[in-house]
């Protein structure tokens, strides 16, 4: 009788990684909002510039520095980490800004849209093929996006943007052979240049309300790079350890957290047109959650038997 490959012990030594990444990237809004004085270009800038650093704490404790000056030599590698840069520095930016004018349920909608978006992306440039409850999944998706056009369009660029980046950006880190910490190590060195412009450039300004204007903010904007390191160690951890399908499952933990602050923490009205979204969203989700589940369940049949 063989042994699974991905046994029940493993799943669960790396569960509590992937909750904690995901809850940290849940409740992120609650700290954002303690920098909305700050113009959005600024956080952004700041995050990358302090994110760095720990990013090289991080390696030298895994000693994976060696890997970072490895994928620096390598052309093509870099080529396509510099696309995956500017794609992830949107998605940070567009992020802040939902947070920053109180739009975060239509960022929750975005990262719920992703998983659909990565299917979608899988099947279009990696030649994947799409089950049929998956392709249910994503008619279904499709159709709450078309509500949002009929009656939210003012946000719907929030979360279609969001969705787009991030699956875009995890498409490009798929095919780069480079690992989750050095290659955002080797984004954040590529975004660094524009960054302590931007950072420069804020802070010659002093208009009061960015970096040195206040020992608060300055101390949250110097965080922010911990905000942006942590999480994305945790989640390297849990995809060592747990099958990418199982991490499925536990990736719209972070949403669902956001959902929640959105409705009930900063009050956001949910427009008619956003619940029937959502409403049909959720539903997508559980079709394809079932599908995985589904193929989940076979897999550890087969190597068991």
Same mark, same amino acid.
Request: aromatic content about 12%; overall charge positive.
């Given at each position: 009788?063989?042994?699974p490959t991905a046994p029940a012990a493993s799943e669960q030594r790396g569960l509590p990684y992937a909750l904690g990444a995901y809850a940290i990237w849940g409740f992120v809004p609650l700290?954002?909002?303690?920098?909305?004085?700050?113009?959005?270009?600024?956080?952004?800038?700041?995050?990358?510039?302090?994110?760095?650093?720990?990013?090289?704490?991080?390696?030298?404790?895994?000693?994976?520095?060696?890997?970072?000056?490895?994928?620096?030599?390598?052309?093509?590698?870099?080529?396509?980490?510099?696309?995956?840069?500017?794609?992830?520095?949107?998605?940070?930016?567009?992020?802040?800004?939902?947070?920053?004018?109180?739009?975060?349920?239509? =960022?929750?909608? &975005? @990262? !719920? /849209?992703?998983?659909?978006?990565?299917?979608?992306? *899988?099947?279009?440039?990696?030649?994947?093929? $799409?089950?049929?409850?998956?392709?249910?999944?994503?008619?279904?998706?499709?159709?709450?996006?078309?509500?949002?056009?009929?009656?939210?369009?003012?946000?719907?660029?929030?979360?279609?943007?969001?969705?787009?980046?991030?699956?875009?950006?995890?498409?490009?880190?798929?095919?780069?052979?480079?690992?989750?910490?050095?290659?955002?190590?080797?984004?954040?060195?590529?975004?660094?240049?524009?960054?302590? =412009?931007?950072? &420069? @450039? !804020? /802070?010659?300004?002093?208009?009061?309300?960015?970096? *040195?204007?206040?020992?608060?903010?300055?101390? $949250?904007?110097?965080?922010?790079?911990?905000?942006?390191?942590?999480?994305?160690?945790?989640?390297?951890?849990?995809?060592?350890?747990?099958?990418?399908?199982?991490?499925?499952?536990?990736?719209?933990?972070?949403?669902?957290?956001?959902?929640?602050?959105?409705?009930?923490?900063?009050?956001?009205?949910?427009?008619?047109?956003?619940?029937?979204?959502?409403?049909?969203i959720w539903i997508s989700i559980a079709v394809f959650s079932f599908d995985m589940w589904r193929k989940m369940r076979a897999e550890r049949m087969i190597e068991i038997a």
């Amino acid at each position: 009788m063989n042994q699974p490959t991905a046994p029940a012990a493993s799943e669960q030594r790396g569960l509590p990684y992937a909750l904690g990444a995901y809850a940290i990237w849940g409740f992120v809004p609650l700290f954002f909002k303690l920098l909305e004085t700050v113009p959005p270009v600024e956080v952004l800038a700041q995050r990358i510039v302090w994110s760095l650093p720990l990013c090289f704490v991080i390696m030298a404790f895994r000693r994976q520095i060696g890997d970072y000056m490895s994928a620096l030599k390598n052309w093509r590698a870099l080529r396509l980490l510099l696309a995956s840069s500017v794609l992830i520095a949107l998605n940070w930016l567009v992020y802040i800004h939902a947070v920053f004018t109180d739009h975060v349920l239509a =960022a929750s909608l &975005g @990262y !719920y /849209l992703n998983p659909l978006v990565n299917v979608l992306l *899988g099947m279009i440039f990696l030649g994947e093929r $799409l089950s049929r409850l998956q392709g249910a999944a994503v008619v279904i998706a499709a159709i709450g996006v078309a509500i949002l056009l009929a009656g939210a369009l003012d946000t719907l660029w929030i979360s279609l943007t969001l969705a787009l980046s991030f699956g875009t950006y995890g498409l490009i880190r798929k095919v780069v052979p480079v690992g989750s910490l050095p290659g955002l190590a080797i984004e954040t060195t590529l975004l660094l240049p524009l960054s302590l =412009a931007a950072a &420069g @450039y !804020y /802070l010659w300004l002093g208009d009061g309300r960015g970096f *040195g204007a206040d020992v608060e903010i300055s101390w $949250l904007l110097a965080a922010a790079g911990v905000v942006t390191a942590v999480p994305l160690l945790l989640f390297a951890t849990a995809a060592r350890r747990m099958s990418y399908a199982a991490l499925g499952f536990v990736q719209y933990l972070a949403p669902s957290i956001a959902f929640l602050l959105g409705l009930f923490v900063f009050d956001e009205p949910l427009k008619p047109a956003q619940l029937f979204c959502f409403l049909l969203i959720w539903i997508s989700i559980a079709v394809f959650s079932f599908d995985m589940w589904r193929k989940m369940r076979a897999e550890r049949m087969i190597e068991i038997a």
